[in-house]
């Protein structure tokens, strides 16, 4: 299904899309989390300095369809931490997780990362586990007024 699914690195110029791609999969997908704990996480699209230089120091997949519409995106930040990773809702359950990922998986190897690990949602869970991926932690934090569990997991590589 991902057959015509292009993956490009994103740059500075795809900030704002893939603010939108964030705000879609958290506000509009299927999700564990209630309305307010979706709203206090992604209250709005992402804009700005603090946005564009969190994005700007990882190296961000992101899919885009033969419209040119990108469909999800994913990042690698410092020390193997995959910070997003996000599908607007049309796609998921697609593939396209799992080709957004054997990519930074890929550039993860070629930096020599010895593990890969993330703070995943209750949605990403699954799809990390059938990564690879094991549970390290189970965890509660805090968004304003609205706690959220999550888990961090890892992948070894080494």
Request: proline content about 3%.
């Given at each position: 299904?991902?057959?015509?699914?292009?993956?490009?690195?994103?740059?500075?110029?795809?900030?704002?899309?893939?603010?939108?791609?964030?705000?879609?999969?958290?506000?509009?997908?299927?999700?564990?989390?209630?309305?307010?704990?979706?709203?206090?996480?992604?209250?709005?699209?992402?804009?700005?300095?603090?946005?564009?230089?969190?994005?700007?120091r990882?190296?961000?997949?992101?899919?885009?369809?033969?419209?040119?519409?990108?469909?999800?995106?994913?990042?690698?930040?410092?020390?193997g931490?995959?910070?997003?990773?996000?599908?607007?809702?049309?796609?998921?359950?697609?593939?396209?997780?799992?080709?957004?990922?054997?990519?930074?998986?890929?550039?993860?190897?070629?930096?020599?990362?010895?593990?890969?690990?993330?703070?995943?949602?209750?949605?990403?869970?699954?799809?990390?586990?059938?990564?690879?991926?094991?549970?390290?932690?189970?965890?509660?934090?805090?968004?304003?007024?609205q706690?959220?569990?999550?888990?961090?997991?890892?992948?070894?590589?080494?």
């Open positions: 299904m991902t057959d015509h699914i292009e993956l490009h690195w994103a740059t500075q110029a795809d900030h704002a899309t893939l603010a939108d791609v964030m705000y879609d999969a958290v506000r509009n997908g299927p999700s564990k989390y209630s309305e307010a704990q979706r709203a206090a996480w992604v209250p709005e699209r992402r804009s700005g300095d603090a946005w564009d230089e969190r994005l700007a990882q190296d961000v997949i992101q899919a885009r369809n033969p419209e040119g519409e990108t469909l999800g995106f994913m990042s690698l930040d410092a020390e931490y995959i910070d997003f990773a996000y599908i607007r809702p049309a796609a998921q359950g697609s593939g396209l997780f799992r080709r957004m990922f054997e990519a930074i998986e890929q550039k993860a190897r070629e930096k020599g990362e010895q593990r890969l690990w993330v703070h995943a949602s209750l949605m990403a869970q699954p799809a990390f586990a059938r990564m690879g991926f094991t549970v390290v932690e189970q965890q509660v934090v805090h968004i304003g007024e706690s959220f569990e999550r888990a961090e997991m890892e992948k070894v590589l080494a």
